[in-house]
């Protein structure tokens, strides 16, 4: 609350320029704009006019929507990194967090291409940039747990995490023989993302809730709290045809969100697509997430995620003085460049009847009189409803 | 010990003090707090103006009303202090009359009076336009709106010095 007095004394340049940032986001017209291209290189001109630039300038027609998706990450990463470069404490370590998501994704896209035989110097450049850290590439010479930890991950900044994982491994358990776990092999390339994760998205509640306080803590609460439903239930859905048993299941599911404890220990007794269907109903928000895509075609779980996902992350600029809208930024660039490339591939496959499934983030910006997106009504700015 | 004067409670400590420095602290806060609460404001509002006027521009010149809307709270704090010293005589002899009493709190508090009221008006003008030149960046037509919205914020100010200026009228040290 009293934060409206000091915040701007530190971050209220960095603020507002995420906010002229923010402007930049392609509208209504750019989008309708970039949906009537023949080609990707028509695509190349028609981001010329909005903040995207020339930034393609250099690049060799015919385009591909590899390069596009690349380019427009950097521009993304360049602007983070100009923000980050200007940032003091807390919003610096705030934004040290939201690098440590990509940071997991691209440490588990190096062992698995390591598992498969790729090549380090193909998978390195796969990377997402705003995820890369020293001895990242040293990560596809260990073949266990454990190893990976002492030889790359223990002096990354996501070290921390991986010791929930080890301790995932080494739990004793109850039954008969006990294969080696420690082996990187695929499922448990798997069971090490997720563990990561559970234990990055708790980490990142806690240091929004207690020591940034305030808005940044109510607005991330219900950001995170949507990627931990957004993770159970992806999890749940994943290890129908594996052989995950329910023990280690729900060791992953993180320990906040709404779906937690409740919710969570429902879906992991779910073993079909009806009884996870039943475990999410007295959840307003994501009672319609699987019937949508078991119905029709027209959306799939993801896109029903990310729709949850925008609106949040919309919502976070409604208000000034927390840090929540640099986070919110990221992610809604990060969709921006989905819709893009999904356009992009639409365009180059000739498959232009699903051109408009992306999903819309801003309606007329900045043209005076701003239409109320008539989205599904997701409640006043938090998701869900309060179980019975 | 016979020579120390020895005080029996509070009120006799607080009492004992001279009304000329109740006076001259008031006057001294007076315009102190309205200081404090205009370069308050200016920083705040002046943070979020700069950043903003990377991607927008044309906002430079019009927002500069909320930075003098803050200053105005300074001018304030100037204003009522000028008006207080004017009251601070000093007076022969070693007597402290009543009236001299009543001058030196009415002075005190009317200056802090003024004082902590600039001091929140300040503030509240510089949250206000930081608002207003965020608001202004991403669509022009809020400008002036949102602006009417400081102006009521810098009228409390002026609520603030009419009141100090009100009580300070009878304070006289002669």
């Known amino acids: ?208 809730t207690t020591k940034c306080g305030g808005e940044t803590a109510e607005i991330m609460a219900g950001i995170l709290d949507l990627e931990a439903d957004r993770r159970s239930i992806n999890i749940t859905i994943n290890s129908f045809a594996t052989e995950l048993d329910r023990d280690q299941k729900t060791k992953l599911f993180p320990s906040i969100g709404v779906l937690s404890p409740e919710g969570t220990a ?123 | 010990m016979g020579d120390i004067d020895t005080y029996f409670g509070w009120g006799e400590l607080i009492g004992g003090i001279s009304p000329y420095a109740w006076a001259f602290i008031g006057t001294g806060l007076a315009i102190g707090l309205s200081v404090l609460g205009a370069a308050w404001g200016i920083f705040i509002t002046g943070s979020s103006l700069v950043g903003a006027a990377i991607k927008a521009p044309r906002i430079r010149s019009k927002n500069l009303i909320s930075v003098i809307f803050c200053e105005a709270v300074a001018i304030y704090g100037v204003i009522v202090s000028i008006i207080l010293q004017t009251h601070l005589d000093p007076v022969e002899g070693t007597e402290v009359t009543a009236k001299m009493k009543f001058a030196g709190y009415a002075i005190f508090w009317s200056g802090l009076t003024a004082g902590i009221g600039n001091l929140a008006c300040g503030v509240c003008v510089g949250v206000c336009g930081s608002g207003c030149a965020l608001a202004d960046a991403q669509d022009g037509n809020l400008f002036v709106k949102i602006l009417v919205i400081e102006i009521f914020a810098s009228a409390l100010g002026i609520f603030a010095i009419i009141v100090a200026i009100i009580m300070s009228t009878k304070a006289n040290f002669e």
């Not at chain 1, 390339?189 to 998205?201: F, G, M, T």
């Not at chain 1, 976070?316 to 989905?338: D, S, T």
């Not at chain 1, 819309?360 to 997701?378: K, L, Q, S, Y």
């Open chain 1, 1 to 208: 609350m009293g934060s409206m007095m000091y915040y701007n004394v530190d971050h209220g340049f960095l603020e507002s320029v995420v906010r002229g940032f923010r402007s930049g986001i392609l509208g209504q017209t750019d989008y309708a704009n970039l949906q009537q291209c023949e080609t990707v290189d028509d695509m190349k001109l028609q981001l010329q006019s909005t903040d995207y630039g020339n930034f393609l300038a250099s690049e060799p027609s015919p385009l591909s929507t590899t390069v596009l998706a690349t380019k427009c990450t950097e521009k993304l990463v360049a602007e983070f990194n100009h923000l980050r470069a200007q940032a003091v404490e807390p919003l610096a370590t705030f934004m040290e967090y939201i690098t440590y998501g990509y940071m997991i994704d691209n440490l588990i896209l190096i062992i698995t291409g390591a598992l498969h035989d790729r090549d380090t110097a193909e998978l390195m450049a796969k990377c997402h940039p705003l995820g890369l850290f020293d001895g990242l590439s040293a990560a596809s010479i260990p073949n266990t747990a454990k190893d990976l930890y002492e030889m790359v991950v223990v002096e990354t900044p996501i070290g921390p995490y991986f010791v929930d994982v080890l301790n995932l491994f080494r739990a004793p358990q109850v039954g008969g023989n006990q294969p080696t776990m420690e082996d990187l092999n695929d499922i448990n390339i798997e069971i090490i993302r997720n563990a990561l994760y559970k234990a990055y998205l708790e980490d990142f509640y806690a240091f929004a």
């Open chain 1, 266 to 388: 429902r879906l992991s007794l779910a073993q079909d697509i009806d009884a996870v269907r039943a475990a999410l109903d007295p959840y307003a928000a994501y009672r319609g997430i699987l019937s949508d895509a078991g119905d029709s075609e027209d959306k799939s779980v993801e896109n029903a995620f990310f729709e949850l996902e925008v609106a949040l992350n919309k919502d976070a600029f409604e208000q000034q003085f927390h840090f929540g809208l640099f986070w919110a930024y990221v992610k809604l660039r990060e969709q921006e460049v989905r819709n893009i490339v999904w356009i992009a591939e639409c365009i180059s496959q000739d498959q232009r009847h699903q051109i408009n499934q992306y999903v819309t983030i801003f309606w007329g910006v900045g043209d005076g009189a701003r239409a109320e997106p008539a989205g599904p009504p997701m409640g006043a700015g938090r998701r869900g409803a309060a179980p019975p």
